[in-house]
């Protein structure tokens, strides 16, 4: 506890970063833990795209605002309004004067967006001049064997992918090839060479067509309750969003091999207030089977290294279709949407208590009507939903901005345990948009241009049981985080406390489980090349009155001048055990998502070094130890490695012409 205090004495004293780029802002207002690896990865791919191909303010549509999830329903209503109003802009400082931008979101959003031009260009104009091409190799490589290396794996112990694309304003089209370490490298059942392809083409803005996609890609409509194949935000992040619904297409350019369609979807514009979309799809997906043949499960992870999982690889085939019809008049919205999906095998997962209301069968059907009004006050929207059986899954949101400095929100959801949706991803506390009652109250307040200050509370109520519980629960998860801002300095904290009910050891009751984490920043700009931060992450989980506890301090150096840039980070962690395993954002190359946990006690190290050569060719290089103190071996079963320190290096080799 000396050491704890002593440490968190000296990160005071010590001297961060203020951001400096997106992937720093953003990650000031994610809930780490509460991220899947393959909804990071697409954010980031997303966030990346259009980081590279800036929005031109002067030629913004409303569609193309809504594509930046940061932006909240009222926040891309003032920018549309100011827009219009002051057209052309002529610098990105006018930001500042719409009222319903913080500084903390200007600051992001000039990463998105400049100030050229208003005059139309055509799209050949555009294909010809404006277009790019990027080629992007990356390879991992690591210095050690897992047990599965020496006895299991079908494949050679590196994961790499490849990608190309050509991208402009109007027209994205490339291809993606994945491999995951251990798999089969053109052989065994992968005789055309990678395990996994993407192969998209997406055509935007060309008259009334407003998007067309062909090969794979990914749609979202209105709050998630039918069809969202899209990336899921944490809580805070829902926060900074208002809950926002949105009608969207996306290529799947992602290396992930599952949570996609694949076959064409169109949106078209029959008039200024109304639009149609539709999309068919067909694909094989990965199950794990019963004896009889029917599906147990459909697998997401997309690994197959061993034998049993490339038995699985695209063992069960799924068509879906569907669409939606809306109607938009100015700041009023409404959408009725609609999915059919069809299984060649049925879906018979086991017979468990908890998952008696879980999806079955080869048909599904999902219809919904989404709604929303928003103006640079008010943003209200919702979402209602039935399943083929008649079960009913609804959402709302309510945001108010009372002043400049504050606003609210409030969401509620109600998810029928017999509600059961295959390409559902709605607001939850638990992982399915089912058996779920819940209400959630976020603020933020402003109250200069130095303090940030949110917060949200979320309480959800579970009638059926569910996995570790074996009769109804509820849950509870709050969130205060605060940053103050200098001329060249950040501080900010967090403190979460997330309360589940689960079953107790001897499972004859069920009891409280309370993780509380906190996390501690001092950030700061020394000079216009170098960079520093300190982190300190706490986490203390209770259970029956057993505690765990887990410290990570980390020092985060950057160093950028020119061509050449370069990233030193280390971190120091100590927990008891894996319940108080920590989480922490790593740098990384680009397009890959890194917000390892932490468990044991150990230090992780990691350097990063970038270079731009002609502002054609990025090189990019890094190395990852993680020593353990604890173990003399790290992981189980076929990924097992026989010592205690974990060693990989990522290359990554980018073109852009």
């Not at 010590?14 to 951001?19: E, K, L, R, S, Y």
């Not at 922490?584 to 932490?598: G, I, K, L, R, T």
């Not at 350097?607 to 002609?614: D, E, L, S, V």
């Not at 993680?626 to 173990?631: L, V």
Request: some cysteine.
């Amino acid at each position: 506890m000396r050491l704890f205090l002593l440490l968190v004495c000296c990160s005071v004293c010590t001297i961060g970063h203020a951001q400096s780029s997106w992937q720093e802002a953003l990650n000031a207002w994610l809930t780490t833990e509460e991220i899947e690896e393959r909804c990071g990865e697409q954010l980031m791919e997303q966030l990346e795209e259009l980081a590279t191909a800036k929005i031109n303010l002067n030629q913004a549509t409303r569609k193309d605002l809504e594509e930046l999830p940061f932006l909240s329903a009222q926040q891309v209503e003032g920018l549309i309004l100011y827009l219009d109003r002051y057209r052309p802009i002529r610098s990105l400082n006018e930001l500042e004067m719409v009222s319903n931008l913080n500084e903390t979101t200007c600051r992001l959003l000039r990463h998105f967006v400049y100030v050229g031009e208003e005059a139309k260009k055509s799209v050949w104009s555009d294909f010809m001049k404006y277009g790019h091409h990027q080629l992007v190799i990356t390879g991992n490589i690591p210095f050690y064997k897992r047990e599965g290396d020496r006895n299991g794996y079908l494949g050679f112990p590196y994961r790499h992918d490849m990608r190309y694309q050509f991208s402009n304003h109007h027209i994205k089209t490339g291809v993606t090839a994945a491999q995951d370490a251990g798999e089969p490298f053109f052989a065994d059942r992968n005789s055309s060479g990678y395990d996994h392809y993407s192969y998209y083409l997406q055509l935007r803005d060309m008259g009334q067509l407003e998007e067309l996609n062909i090969g794979m890609y990914r749609v979202q409509m209105g709050m998630g309750l039918v069809m969202n194949t899209n990336y899921r935000l944490g809580k805070l992040a829902t926060l900074q969003s208002l809950g926002r619904s949105t009608h969207t297409l996306t290529a799947h350019s992602s290396r992930s091999s599952a949570n996609y369609l694949q076959g064409a979807a169109a949106s078209i514009r029959l008039s200024k207030e109304w639009r149609v979309t539709a999309f068919a799809s067909y694909r094989s997906i990965d199950a794990t089977l019963n004896d009889d043949g029917t599906a147990r499960t459909l697998l997401s992870s997309g690994y197959h290294r061993t034998i049993s999982e490339m038995g699985k690889k695209n063992n069960t085939h799924e068509v879906d279709c569907g669409g939606s019809i809306g109607w938009r008049r100015g700041t009023l919205h409404i959408n009725v949407n609609s999915v059919f999906t069809h299984l060649n095998r049925q879906l018979m997962p086991q017979e468990t208590l908890y998952r008696k209301y879980a999806a079955k069968g080869n048909d599904f059907i999902n219809s919904s009507i989404d709604y929303g009004y928003n103006n640079t006050r008010w943003s209200i929207s919702g979402e209602t939903a039935i399943n083929r059986k008649g079960a009913l899954a609804l959402t709302h949101t309510v945001g108010y901005k009372l002043c400049d400095e504050l606003s609210v929100m409030m969401l509620h959801r109600y998810y029928d345990k017999r509600y059961t949706a295959l390409h559902a991803g709605s607001f939850s506390e638990g992982s399915n948009t089912q058996n779920e009652h819940g209400i959630y109250v976020g603020a933020t307040w402003i109250p200069s241009r130095q303090w940030n200050i949110q917060g949200y509370a979320d309480y959800a109520h579970f009638a059926w049981p569910r996995y570790q519980v074996t009769g109804k629960s509820d849950a509870f998860d709050g969130l205060l985080a605060a940053s103050h801002t200098g001329r060249r300095w950040v501080v900010s904290g967090r403190y979460r406390v997330h309360i589940r009910q689960l079953n107790s050891s001897d499972k004859m009751r069920i009891v409280n489980r309370i993780d509380q984490r906190m996390r501690l920043g001092v950030d700061c700009r020394l000079t216009s090349h170098l960079q520093l931060c300190t982190q300190i992450d706490g986490m203390i989980s209770t259970k029956e009155g057993k505690k765990s506890e887990g410290v990570m301090v980390g020092e985060h150096i950057k160093w950028q001048r020119e061509w050449l840039r370069m990233d030193i980070h280390a971190a120091w962690f100590h927990t008891d055990d894996y319940n108080s395993r920590i989480y922490q954002h790593e740098s990384s190359v680009q397009n890959d998502f890194s917000f390892p946990c932490y468990y044991g006690h150990g230090i992780r190290y990691m350097m990063m070094a970038q270079a731009n050569i002609k502002k054609k060719i990025m090189v990019t290089a890094k190395v990852g130890v993680t020593n353990y103190f604890d173990r003399s071996s790290i992981g189980s079963g076929l990924q097992e490695i026989n010592q205690s320190s974990q060693t990989d290096l990522l290359l990554q080799l980018r073109y852009r012409l």
